[in-house]
């Protein structure tokens, strides 16, 4: 199957997903498994104290999609997004359990170098990641959306753009203005990460 053929059955199955179609799902899944094994493997690169694999990984982002109401995907480059938000709460969940019971307002250090497609985090740095992230989409949405999509996922600016519905200059001048906030939010003050839960 080319690739131009593959995305058309990846979007027919998005649709018929959509639809309310009981095996849409299923069918997406070999379609789509090698390219979310990759954005799992970029989430998971330097993850040295997740307990989570990349197949794993994969496989709870799929159980968590097939638990989702239904959503009126535009393309593969959607879904492929929403995967990787997924993706995101998986590892934040595993993060929050591995620090839970650990004295919390341990500091936590970010380098912005971290900000990329490769991150190298562990979990009290991911979730002081995902702090920044949550309070940076109270103000920004869209910029916090860019990171989500770039760090958490590995999409390129090309793919971001698609998904958004902006163009490719929109979407680096966001990137951008995102990283220059996130150095800001850091510096600011010694961040804590988020208070484990009893």
């Known amino acids: 199957m080319t690739m131009s053929t593959t995305s058309q059955a990846i979007t027919g199955l ?24 990759q954005i799992a ?20 982002a799929y159980l968590r999609l097939d638990g989702l109401e239904r959503i009126r995907w535009q393309d593969r480059a959607h879904f492929y ?3 990787s938000r997924i993706m995101r709460r998986v590892l934040i969940d595993e993060a929050r359990r591995l620090t839970r019971g650990k004295r919390s307002g341990e500091e936590v250090k970010i380098s912005l170098e971290e900000l990329s497609s490769d991150p190298h985090v562990e979990a009290p740095e991911l979730l002081g990641l995902n702090q920044a992230l949550n309070d940076l989409a109270k103000l920004d949405p869209e910029r916090a959306q860019v990171v989500e999509m770039r760090f958490f996922g590995g999409m390129s600016q090309e793919q971001i753009a698609l998904v ?35």
């Open 14 to 37: 998005l649709s018929a997903w959509c639809e309310g179609s009981p095996n849409a799902l299923a069918e997406l899944m070999p379609l789509t498994y090698r390219h979310l094994k």
């Open 41 to 60: 493997a970029n989430l998971l690169r330097g993850e040295r104290r997740q307990n989570l694999e990349t197949t794993a990984l994969v496989h709870e």
């Open 81 to 83: 997004a929403m995967s």
């Open 164 to 198: 958004l519905g902006v163009s490719v200059n929109t979407v680096a001048r966001r990137w951008r203005s995102a990283r220059a906030w996130l150095v800001r939010y850091f510096e600011a003050a010694p961040h804590k990460s988020e208070t484990p839960a009893a």
